[in-house]
């Protein structure tokens, strides 16, 4: 995620419900942590612009054949977002198909993957359907 500042930030903050974040990185990433659905990443010096990638799980608890899955796309506070990229990797025994992504452009992804990136903060957003790998 590409995001820019009107003033510098030592920190950015991001909500995201229902995931469970398992790694934040980019090259001004100190650290980071999550409380609940607040995500909040320390930066190594107060930055106006900034890219960081974030990894997260989710469980959406239902096991309907197709099941639609709308990746979270985090709203940074105190700043906007200038562009977003999304990478869906499906659990062992799904695979996925591309359900609404006007406003992305698909991008080169690993066998079994999605990938997608806008530039646009308006885009709607994107949904993918997970369907059992058969």
Known sequence: MAWAAKDPLPLAEFALGGVRVLEVRGPDVAGWGQSGGRVQVWLRAGAREGVFEWTGTTDS?????????????????????????????????????????????????PAGELRFHTDQPAAPPL??????DR
């Not at 709308?70 to 799904?94: C, F, I, M, Q, S």
């Not at 949904?127 to 059992?132: D, E, G, K, Y």
């Open 61 to 109: 608890g239902r096991a309907t054949d197709p099941l639609p899955f709308d990746p979270v796309h985090p709203k940074v506070l105190n700043a906007r977002v200038l562009g977003d990229e999304v990478r869906v990797k499906p659990a062992d025994g799904w695979a996925l198909r591309p359900d609404r992504s006007r406003g992305w452009q698909p991008m080169a992804a």
């Open 127 to 132: 949904r993918v359907l997970l369907v059992p």
